[in-house]
Structures are given as structure tokens and as C-alpha cells.
């Protein structure tokens, strides 16, 4: 039982650390998390990564992720601004289809409390 108390106590203090750690993440590290989430159609990744989508939009993430050609989808990071401000950022990056440049990317982010969020615009 104390072994028990012991191993969930861990689990905890592992868990509130891996919370608190993921606002350190920077603008990049979010739009890689994305992309990777997209091709995988792991939801709860996109949801927390994003902010001001509808619900229609993540039903179309997951309808996406379920197409072969989703599979073959990557980013090509080009650069990364933050505002002086520190409060927004910009990211260039290129859509890659099995490794070919299909379309270049501007996405934006805003600086939340739990950490960098995609939005539209």
C-alpha cells in the first residue's frame, strides 16, 4: 500500500511538471507539435495547441488525419518572429508533400499564461 501511495504521489508531481513545463515551448516547437498532430489526428494535441477554432474545424482535422496523403504531410520551419512585445509570433514555413514544397505557410501565434497558441489570421 505504501509503495502504492508512493508510485501515484510520483505520478503527480511528474504530471504537474510536464504541465508547467509545456509553456516553455517555443513558436516553432508549437507548429511542429501541430503539423505532427494533424498527420496523426491526435485531437487533444490540436485543441491544446490552438486557440479560437470551431468545432467543425477539429471534426475536419480528424477527417483529414484519416487520408493517406496526410500521412506524407511535413513542415519545413523557414524562420520564427516574435513581437517586441513578446506577445505574438510569426512563423514562414514551407507544407511539404512527400518532400516536395506544396505551399507556403505564415502562421501566427499568441502568448497565452499555458504557453504559445495558433490562431487564425
Known sequence: MKKLVSMIAALMICAVFMVSCGGNETPTQVVEKFYKAMTTGDINTIKAVTEGLSEEAYAE?????????TQKISIKI????????????????????????????????????????????
Request: cysteine-free; glycine content about 8%.
Open 61 to 69: 482535422f480528424q477527417e483529414a488525419a484519416k487520408r493517406p496523403e
Open 78 to 121: 523557414i524562420s520564427e518572429q516574435i513581437a517586441p512585445d513578446g506577445k505574438t509570433a510569426t512563423v514562414k514555413a514551407k507544407l511539404l508533400l512527400d518532400g516536395q514544397e506544396i505551399e507556403d505557410e505564415e502562421i501566427k501565434l499568441v502568448k497565452r499564461d499555458s504557453g504559445w497558441k495558433m490562431i487564425e489570421g
